[in-house]
Nanobody, 111 residues
Framework: QEEVVESGGGLIQVGGALKLSCTTSLNIASAKNMNWYRQAPGKQREWVARINQMGITTYAVSIEARSTPRRNIAKRSMWLQINNLKEEDTARYYC?????WGRGTQVTGSS
């Protein structure tokens, strides 16, 4: 049984907005860190954004001005919205709750 599941990927128009969801069976109220990562074809996985246990968010420079991560502890969910999508945002996006990872969801920017 998967404990962390991402959704919301697909073909997204460049310039549009992307909203990814991460749902889990884990109790995220006790999670130290909830992270988003992404991996583009032929590139190493890179960190994108984090919400820590105190609810403080941090972002990678590449998306800082365009991104809004959110969480809902009661719903055991986390979301990542990226506005003004760029072709370089094309990647497989992963949610990681402490040491538990999902399988990812593919996002492809289309012009």
């Amino acid at each position: 049984q998967e404990e962390v599941v991402e959704s919301g990927g697909g073909l997204i128009q460049v310039g549009g907005a992307l909203k990814l969801s991460c749902t889990t069976s884990l109790n995220i109220a006790s999670a130290k860190n909830m992270n988003w990562y992404r991996q583009a074809p032929g590139k190493q996985r890179e960190w994108v954004a984090r919400i820590n246990q105190m609810g403080i968010t941090t972002y990678a420079v590449s998306i800082e001005a365009r991104s809004t991560p959110r969480r809902n502890i009661a719903k055991r969910s986390m979301w990542l919205q990226i506005n003004n999508l760029k072709e370089e945002d094309t990647a497989r996006y992963y949610c990681a709750i402490d040491e538990e990872w999902g399988r990812g969801t593919q996002v492809t920017g289309s012009s």
